[in-house]
Structure formats: C-alpha cells, structure tokens
C-alpha cells in the first residue's frame, strides 16, 4: 500500500515534492499575507524587547548547541559554521500560524498578551526568513566574506526593490484584479505574485521562501490581511497542498535513528534548549518591557510554539545538505512538541492575569459570539 501511494524511485518521489515545495511556497505567502504590520507599527516599542530577546536568546543557544553536536549530527561535507548558524536559525523561530490559530481557539487573541504574542512572533519571523535566507545563501556558495556580503546585499535589494517598485504594482494590479465580479483574477494575481517572489530570490542565491514571504506581505498591504477574495485560495493551500507539503516532510523522518543513544541524547539536549532559549528570551524581553511574572511566563509559551514553520526551515535544511537525516528528525520533532505544549502552558498561565476592561471590549470587537462585557476578571493567586 505504501509502496503505491508513495512510489519508492527517486524520479516518482520528485514529483510529489515538487507539488509540496509549490504547496509550501503558497503557504509561506499566506503566512506573509496575513501579517497585519499596522499591529507591529503600533505595539512596536512594547514588543521590541520580547522580540529581541524572543530571538537573540534561542539564536545563541542554537548556534551553541549546534558547534557542540556538529560532529555527531552534521553531513560530513558540510561546513560546522554553517550547520551551527543554521541550527540557531531553527531555535528562534516562531510559527504565525500555529500561534494564532492557538489563540483563536483558546479565544485569547483579544488579550493585550494574545496581541504582543502576535506581534512579537511576526517579527522573529520576519527576522528568521532573513536569517534562513542568508544562511542559506552561505550553504550554497560558501563561507567568505564577499559571499556574506553579496547575499547581505541581495537580501537589501529585493527588500528596497519590493518597497519602491513592488508595493505601487501591487496596488494597481489589485486594483485591475478587483473590477471582476469573480475572485478568480484576485487569486491568480496574488498566486502570480508570490511564485515570481520565490523565483526571484531563488535566482539571486537567496532561499525561495523569503521571496515568497515578501510577496505575501505586499498582498496584505495592497488588498488586507482578511481580503475575502482569497478565502478559495486559503481553502486550497490549507486543505490541499499544504498537507501533501507535511507528508513529503514526514516520509523524510527517520524515527528509528533515536533508537541510537547518542542521537537520543542530541535529541533531548537540542529540544532542551529550544524551549528553556526561547522561554528565557522571550521571558526576559517582558521583564525588561516592564510585564509581570506570569506575562513574561504567557509570551514565553506562545512564542515557542514552532509549528509549520520549523518544519518549513528543517526541509530547508535538509534539502541544501546542511542538516543529516537524524538532525532533520530531531528539529521536525522540536516543531511538533513545541507547538503541543503551548496550550496548556499558555492556559495555566493567562488564567492567573486579570483581563481588563479594555481587552473586554476588544473581545466583543474580535469574538462576535462572545459573552457581553462584564466586571474585570479577578487574576487567580
């Protein structure tokens, strides 16, 4: 049966790739798409601090960790700087989606914390695209200065390029786009769009990604974050292409090689330091914005969660060889337990912060079906 489902020659598996990497691509753009950067603008100052210390504490520690067990779990032709980098990239990273979704459903994102969650992790994204992208770049052409400096400088252009070119173009064929009664031409502009972002950046030795996660960003800004007409394409993405994307990643996991101690230990010591980095950071970015105890523990839960895009940075990492199969295994599985134990910390911990009247009122802006505003919520002791 899995022989025929997923068919074992290599040529056969590329096909189901291809669909995934196009699957993944789409997905990173919705990411973009739904980054709301009037939030950012707005809770910039308070989220600076969780941001920076949400990102430079676990980007340490994994570059840390990463020339520590470079040895036992890197590719034997890949560089120890590289793989380090690479693996601090992974650790800093936060999943968007993941964490909203978590809020959603935990009816939360009306919450000032629910909020500096969101905001601070669209900057570590954003952030982390940077980073993966340059890294990426170095993976590829090599570690020397004028290889940095090049990716360093392609990585400004397409950023200056996306601001003074892309923003009006995008505008205007929105714009164009929205006279049909239909969704369609909507769709295929924003597809367009962010296929070419990812083509673009490829070509310039940058990591697809990032060009389609700028794309996605120019398509929120020109047309909304929430734009109904790309509800069909969210459909698809979400339900279709982004699960065959999960798949491919799945069948590249190989669980029995924690069957060896050695990759066990790695396994546990990498897993460790991605959620005491992550919670440290993010906990001391609150401490130093002037949040309290059981914030600083909230934002600290909310930002570990990984998800889909560690998942995204690990088949990265593993397709340009820079991770091995059992560190690949390692991160995929630092996504998934990551994400698993944020709702429960996230609840243990928002139960004992008092809800103020201006988040009550935000609830009834955010959740239309929510209960109508009563007194503050006592914090528990």
């Known amino acids: 049966m899995s022989t025929w489902l997923f068919p074992p020659h290599v040529e056969q598996f590329h096909l189901l790739d291809a669909v995934g990497q196009i699957g993944v691509l789409l997905l990173v753009g919705i990411t973009g798409i739904h980054m709301d950067m009037g939030m950012v603008r707005r809770r910039g100052v308070a989220a600076a601090g969780i941001s920076v210390g949400g990102l430079v504490v ?7 960790v990463g020339l520590a067990l470079s040895g036992s779990l890197m590719p034997a032709d890949t560089d120890p700087v590289v793989f380090a ?20 459903d935990m009816r939360m994102v009306h919450r000032n914390i629910g909020q500096l969650v969101l905001t601070a992790g669209m900057v570590d994204d954003a952030i982390g695209w940077v980073l993966l992208s340059i890294v990426s770049a170095l993976a590829t052409t090599g570690l020397h200065t004028g ?3 090049t990716s360093v400088a392609s990585l400004f252009a397409v950023v200056a390029v996306a601001l003074t070119v892309g923003r009006p173009l995008a505008r205007a064929g929105f714009r ?5 009664q239909d969704s369609g031409p909507t769709v295929a502009m924003a597809t367009t769009m962010i296929l070419l972002g990812a083509i673009a950046t490829h070509a310039l030795g940058l990591e697809a990604v990032f060009g389609a996660f700028v794309c996605g960003i120019l398509i929120g800004s020109a047309i909304g974050p929430g734009n109904a007409r790309l509800a069909s394409l969210r459909t ?14 799945g069948l590249r996991m190989d669980l029995t090689a924690l069957s060896s101690p050695d990759v066990l230990v790695a396994g ?6 991605a959620i005491l980095g992550k919670f440290a950071g993010a906990y001391l970015g609150a401490r130093i914005s002037r949040l309290n105890h059981w914030e600083g523990l909230a934002l600290g839960a909310g930002l570990n969660a990984r998800g889909v895009i560690e998942v995204i940075v690990a088949m990265v990492g593993l397709r340009l060889g820079i991770l091995s199969v059992q ?7 630092v996504a998934i337990v990551t994400s698993l134990m944020a709702p429960p910390i996230l609840r243990l911990t ?16 955010y959740l239309p079906d929510a209960a109508p505003a009563h007194a503050p919520t006592r914090a528990r002791p």
């Open 58 to 64: 676990p980007l340490g520690s994994g570059i840390a």
């Open 85 to 104: 980098l690479f693996m601090g990239v992974a650790m800093c990273v936060s999943a968007i989606p993941v964490i909203a979704k978590i809020l959603m």
């Open 147 to 149: 290889n940095v400096v």
């Open 176 to 180: 164009l786009a929205a006279r049909s």
């Open 236 to 249: 698809v993405v979400l339900s279709v292409l982004a699960p065959i994307f999960f798949a491919t990643a």
């Open 268 to 273: 546990l010591l990498i897993l460790a330091v």
């Open 327 to 333: 560190a690949y295994t390692i991160v995929v599985l």
């Open 350 to 365: 928002m139960a004992r912060i008092e809800q103020t009247a201006e988040e009550e009122l935000r609830e009834n802006s």
